[in-house]
């Protein structure tokens, strides 16, 4: 759990990210080039060796960077495999845990040690290893991602780097690593190699939102999408001649490519590239992917010259957000954060920011919200989430104003229940009890409410806003807190502009202000529904009807057609299961009624 101590100062962090490149990476792989990259880890004790439980390196210092050739240990027990080891389980050799010490005989003298986590503690595995001359260890876990790890009964004796890596990673490594010749990097890369010229996630210019509906971004005069990146000479020696280029295809298809002029960088420089504006004449529905590369003939690390990200256009589904999505717009998440586990907390928002200019003469209504959370550990059936649309009235212009909260309307929320666990971690797409009608160039705040200690909200740190909120000065993803008994806090930079909250909107937009009507049928009863239920209509609707029946994750349970006869209607729902269900009326002229019914027998 990230503490408010991080919320406080996420904005200096922000700023000193980019000045230190701790790093895992394969520089040299004959068995699979295409592996020549850095993977995720988690290093044993702290980064710049200030653990108290282990006493390895600080490996913020280029100095004690190492390098060298990936070995798995053998330990000198009995050859065999574990045939069950980790979820799911897996086979490896009995000799790769490292446990055994007295019949050990293998030479690690200037290797990287690469062990399977299981059998005895992560220090005494390492002193084993460190003991044959390893230079460092490799622990690959066998369930799920990297994990922190104990110093324990040896940690104080290991003065070598300890990293762990994930099982995914690990698999993927393993051949190569047993067929020999790869060669490993971990340490602080800015200072450490000659020529080395780099950007990071932080330092590339994206969109401002990961997904935006087309019918409010039409063109590129409406929506002009700006490239550029920070390059930053972290090598030894001066680098010319360096160019940086933007590549963007959309289905394959090259749209726009740019490069720059060939630049000079002095040792230490940092320079802004700029690589143009992209605003082609009309947008299309679907994504677009952006790569950039930094051009340097001689880099001796390559993993940090290439970066990519997409940006969508929504149509039928019409969904905005901020996070990534995936191909059927629901959005991705691979973390989940809470600030309420303990007393000090009554609960917090996770939110993302809206404003266009087009909203409101285009008729957008905002229907709905998707997201998903995680457990902490404990049964979280009769535990809720609230969705929340407020309209943001407080005035500035940008961050450098800065920003208030004071001035915050609640226009609409609406509550999950969970009745198990079942759906955790899964999307769920709740609607709001009215549809909410935009305005042209009006801040609003879409919100997930977390008030229980069971519960946390997914995030997606796969993407870094650092350098796009630096650049156009707008909010994107703040953090409400409550503590108990005081009044809300608000921090602008919620959990970091690397992690953005789990959530989308969907919106139902009508182009044309003379098909728009914002009159609702009126309540339909009895809510909740049994069998029969009656929905009583706007005045003066004729012809046909079409009703479309959603549940919370957004799948059709029900569709058929009517034909108005200046009666209410009588739907028969006794196909449906207990549950929140979202109504959509399509009449004949091609308007739009959505409304919110729950079946309860």
């Given at each position: 759990?990230?503490?408010?101590?991080?919320?406080?100062?996420?904005?200096?962090?922000?700023?000193?990210?980019?000045?230190?490149?701790?790093?895992?990476?394969?520089?040299?792989?004959?068995?699979?080039?295409?592996?020549?990259?850095?993977?995720?880890?988690?290093?044993?004790?702290?980064?710049?060796?200030?653990?108290?439980?282990?006493?390895?390196?600080?490996?913020?210092?280029?100095?004690?960077?190492?390098?060298?050739?990936?070995?798995?240990?053998?330990?000198?027990?009995?050859?065999?495999?574990?045939?069950?080891?980790?979820?799911?389980?897996?086979?490896?050799?009995?000799?790769?845990?490292?446990?055994?010490?007295?019949?050990?005989?293998?030479?690690?003298?200037?290797?990287?040690?690469?062990?399977?986590?299981?059998?005895?503690?992560?220090?005494?595995?390492?002193?084993?290893?460190?003991?044959?001359?390893?230079?460092?260890?490799?622990?690959i876990n066998h369930t799920g991602e990297a994990t922190g790890m104990a110093g324990g009964t040896c940690g104080l004796n290991v003065t070598i780097p300890v990293i762990m890596i994930g099982r995914s990673d690990g698999e993927l490594l393993m051949n190569?690593?047993?067929?020999?010749?790869?060669?490993?990097?971990?340490?602080?890369?800015?200072?450490?190699?000659?020529?080395?010229?780099?950007?990071?996630?932080?330092?590339?210019?994206?969109?401002?939102?990961?997904?935006?509906?087309?019918?409010?971004?039409?063109?590129?005069?409406?929506?002009?999408?700006?490239?550029?990146?920070?390059?930053?000479?972290?090598?030894?020696?001066?680098?010319?001649?360096?160019?940086?280029?933007?590549?963007?295809?959309?289905?394959?298809?090259?749209?726009?490519?740019?490069?720059?002029?060939?630049?000079?960088?002095?040792?230490?420089?940092?320079?802004?590239?700029?690589?143009?504006?992209?605003?082609?004449?009309?947008?299309?529905?679907?994504?677009?992917?952006?790569?950039?590369?930094?051009?340097?003939?001689?880099?001796?690390?390559?993993?940090?010259?290439?970066?990519?990200?997409?940006?969508?256009?929504?149509?039928?589904?019409?969904?905005?957000?901020?996070?990534?999505?995936?191909?059927?717009?629901?959005?991705?998440?691979?973390?989940?954060?809470?600030?309420?586990?303990?007393?000090?907390?009554?609960?917090?928002?996770?939110?993302?920011?809206?404003?266009?200019?087009?909203?409101?003469?285009?008729?957008?209504?905002?229907?709905?919200?998707?997201?998903?959370?995680?457990?902490?550990?404990?049964?979280?059936?009769?535990?809720?989430?609230?969705?929340?649309?407020?309209?943001?009235?407080?005035?500035?212009?940008?961050?450098?104003?800065?920003?208030?909260?004071?001035?915050?309307?609640?226009?609409?929320?609406?509550?999950?229940?969970?009745?198990?666990?079942?759906?955790?971690?899964?999307?769920?797409?709740?609607?709001?009890?009215?549809?909410?009608?935009?305005?042209?160039?009006?801040?609003?705040?879409?919100?997930?409410?977390?008030?229980?200690?069971?519960?946390?909200?997914?995030?997606?740190?796969?993407?870094?806003?650092?350098?796009?909120?630096?650049?156009?000065?707008?909010?994107?993803?703040?953090?409400?807190?409550?503590?108990?008994?005081?009044?809300?806090?608000?921090?602008?930079?919620?959990?970091?502009?690397?992690?953005?909250?789990?959530?989308?909107?969907?919106?139902?937009?009508?182009t044309n202000i003379n098909e728009a009507k914002v009159e609702t049928t009126s309540n339909p009863y009895p809510n909740p529904a049994t069998n029969l239920l009656t929905i009583p209509l706007r005045k003066h609707e004729t012809g046909n009807v079409k009703i479309e029946v959603f549940d919370v994750l957004g799948k059709i349970m029900l569709?058929?057609?009517?034909?108005?006869?200046?009666?209410?209607?009588?739907?028969?729902?006794?196909?449906?299961?207990?549950?929140?269900?979202?109504?959509?009326?399509?009449?004949?002229?091609?308007?739009?009624?959505?409304?919110?019914?729950?079946?309860?027998?």
């Amino acid at each position: 759990m990230k503490t408010i101590l991080t919320l406080l100062f996420i904005l200096l962090l922000t700023i000193t990210k980019g000045y230190s490149q701790v790093a895992f990476q394969v520089i040299s792989n004959p068995c699979n080039p295409s592996l020549e990259q850095s993977f995720p880890f988690v290093c044993a004790g702290e980064l710049n060796g200030s653990g108290t439980d282990w006493n390895t390196p600080d490996m913020t210092n280029p100095s004690n960077a190492i390098q060298g050739e990936l070995v798995f240990v053998n330990d000198g027990s009995t050859p065999g495999v574990f045939t069950n080891i980790g979820t799911p389980p897996i086979s490896v050799e009995t000799t790769t845990d490292a446990c055994e010490n007295t019949l050990w005989t293998q030479d690690l003298t200037g290797k990287i040690a690469v062990i399977w986590r299981g059998g005895c503690e992560f220090s005494c595995k390492t002193e084993n290893a460190q003991s044959r001359g390893a230079i460092g260890v490799i622990i690959i876990n066998h369930t799920g991602e990297a994990t922190g790890m104990a110093g324990g009964t040896c940690g104080l004796n290991v003065t070598i780097p300890v990293i762990m890596i994930g099982r995914s990673d690990g698999e993927l490594l393993m051949n190569c690593i047993s067929s020999g010749g790869m060669i490993g990097f971990f340490g602080e890369i800015i200072g450490h190699f000659a020529n080395n010229l780099g950007s990071s996630k932080a330092e590339i210019l994206m969109t401002e939102n990961s997904a935006i509906p087309r019918d409010l971004a039409q063109n590129g005069t409406e929506y002009p999408v700006d490239f550029g990146l920070w390059v930053r000479n972290k090598g030894t020696d001066p680098q010319n001649g360096v160019s940086a280029s933007v590549n963007v295809t959309f289905n394959g298809n090259s749209v726009y490519s740019q490069t720059s002029s060939p630049i000079n960088f002095n040792v230490l420089d940092t320079q802004y590239i700029d690589l143009g504006t992209f605003a082609p004449t009309s947008w299309n529905v679907g994504s677009y992917s952006v790569t950039y590369t930094i051009n340097n003939i001689d880099d001796q690390f390559l993993s940090d010259n290439t970066f990519s990200f997409e940006f969508k256009f929504t149509d039928n589904e019409a969904v905005y957000a901020k996070s990534r999505l995936d191909s059927f717009n629901q959005p991705i998440h691979n973390t989940a954060y809470s600030l309420n586990e303990g007393p000090i907390y009554d609960n917090f928002e996770s939110c993302i920011v809206f404003k266009n200019e087009f909203a409101g003469s285009r008729n957008a209504l905002v229907t709905g919200m998707t997201f998903s959370s995680s457990p902490t550990g404990f049964s979280i059936a009769n535990q809720y989430i609230e969705i929340r649309a407020y309209q943001w009235n407080d005035v500035f212009t940008n961050i450098n104003s800065p920003e208030t909260y004071n001035s915050l309307l609640l226009l609409d929320s609406s509550i999950y229940i969970y009745s198990d666990n079942t759906l955790i971690d899964s999307n769920i797409f709740l609607t709001f009890n009215t549809p909410i009608a935009l305005q042209n160039n009006q801040r609003y705040l879409f919100c997930v409410l977390n008030p229980h200690d069971s519960l946390r909200t997914s995030y997606n740190t796969q993407l870094d806003y650092t350098s796009t909120l630096n650049y156009y000065l707008q909010p994107i993803a703040p953090v409400k807190t409550l503590f108990s008994g005081q009044t809300p806090a608000w921090y602008s930079y919620g959990f970091g502009l690397d992690a953005i909250p789990a959530i989308s909107v969907t919106m139902d937009i009508t182009t044309n202000i003379n098909e728009a009507k914002v009159e609702t049928t009126s309540n339909p009863y009895p809510n909740p529904a049994t069998n029969l239920l009656t929905i009583p209509l706007r005045k003066h609707e004729t012809g046909n009807v079409k009703i479309e029946v959603f549940d919370v994750l957004g799948k059709i349970m029900l569709s058929e057609n009517q034909t108005l006869d200046n009666e209410p209607l009588k739907l028969n729902v006794a196909s449906i299961k207990n549950g929140n269900y979202l109504f959509k009326l399509t009449f004949s002229d091609g308007t739009s009624d959505v409304f919110k019914v729950s079946v309860n027998r």
